[in-house]
């Protein structure tokens, strides 16, 4: 079975045909996968803007849908899977109508997925199935969440931030170092030349139950608001010491161990809670999935951990880490297979529950 994934929950216009294998362990293959970023059209912004994603990715989409089937070699397929959301209503909206137009001219089934679904999903399709329970932590720009699987295609959420997700502040604190955006990959860089215990910054460990979600244990959310405020006070002495202006940068140095610090903090805040959960609930591997899941910090600490746990570690490859239609194919297929079907009037929801 062939599928086409269209993703465009946020500033990716994204295309990908997989197939089935027959494989139990390895059910996909990644026959193309085409992504038109729009870093270029936000980094003057410092951020995405929502209006403007929307806006180019009108522009993208056809041209992405097209190259995804020369890529793989096809003209037909089986099915259409569509992010549904969560996103930014505009860009969800924009994916969503070509997919279901395109459903109706094809006839082919619609199978609306879930964006963390989809991220998640990128550990099998490029690890495969992965030894369960597993624990999984979904981190990117706009999401930082840690879920249970028990059972194939079954999420059990555990814990989520409660303010900043982590790819947003690496975003913020890039920015406050004048590193530009986007923040992840420009942190990532510059730390390479710092010292990550340069700078003492906190690591936040909540106790109490978030009053939104009473159900969930406090212990497992994650906050990023004050490691972000501890940077801005750094980085402000500092300044004040050297008699610089708010605008004036730091020197290269000192930029570069603020990075490193800020890293590693944030790469031991996500793994204490991954890997404290896995005790708690035996699991019997661990996964990161999403954009941050790209840090190399985060990687080589998670692989040093899950050795020293006794656990197989899955995080995907670079390109199926970022927001990607492989993986929204392949949480389409899992659905489908599980008899998931969606009508060709349903709507976008930015807010969309896994």
């Given at each position: 079975m062939l599928v086409l994934g269209i993703e465009t929950s946020c500033d990716e216009t994204a295309a990908a045909v997989v197939e089935e294998t027959g494989d139990p362990q390895r059910p996909w293959r990644v026959r193309s996968n085409v992504v038109a970023s729009q870093i270029d059209v936000h980094r003057k912004w410092g951020g995405v803007v929502p209006e403007l994603s929307a806006r180019q990715h009108v522009r993208d989409i056809c041209g992405?849908?097209?190259?995804?089937?020369?890529?793989?070699?096809?003209?037909?397929?089986?099915?259409?899977?569509?992010?549904?959301?969560?996103g930014l209503m505009g860009s969800l909206l924009v994916g969503l109508s070509f997919a279901k137009a395109l459903a109706w001219a094809r006839s082919v089934p619609l199978v609306p997925v879930h964006h963390l679904a989809g991220h998640i999903e990128s550990l099998v399709l490029d690890g495969g199935e992965m030894p369960l329970p597993a624990i999984v932590l979904v981190v990117s720009g706009g999401h930082t969440s840690l879920y249970r699987i028990e059972a194939i295609g079954k999420y059990e959420i555990l814990g989520r931030t409660r303010d900043d997700a982590a790819g947003e502040a690496f975003d913020k604190v890039a920015k406050l170092l004048g590193l530009g955006y986007p923040g992840g990959p420009a942190i990532d860089l510059v730390s390479q030349h710092g010292d990550d215990r340069a700078v003492s910054l906190p690591k936040t460990k909540l106790t109490h139950a978030d009053r939104n979600a009473p159900h969930l244990p406090?212990?497992?959310?994650?906050?990023?608001?004050?490691?972000?405020?501890?940077v801005l006070r750094y980085v402000a002495a500092r300044r004040e010491e050297r008699g610089l202006g708010p605008d004036d940068p730091l020197p290269r140095q000192h930029i570069s161990d603020v990075a490193a610090s800020f890293q590693r903090v944030v790469a031991e805040t996500l793994l204490d809670r991954l890997f404290d959960a896995a005790r708690f609930y035996s699991a019997r591997s661990v996964g990161i999935a999403g954009g941050v899941s790209a840090n190399s910090r985060l990687r080589e600490l998670a692989v040093i951990r899950g050795a020293s746990s006794g656990l197989p570690v899955f995080i995907p490859r670079l390109s199926l880490s970022t927001d990607n239609a492989a993986m929204i194919a392949a949480a389409g297929l899992r659905r489908y297979r599980a008899g998931v079907v969606g009508e060709l009037d349903v709507e976008a929801d930015p807010a969309l529950t896994l």
């Open positions: 992405v849908v097209d190259r995804a089937l020369a890529d793989a070699g096809v003209e037909s397929f089986d099915a259409i899977a569509v992010t549904q959301g969560p406090g212990h497992r959310d994650f906050s990023f608001s004050g490691l972000k405020t501890s």
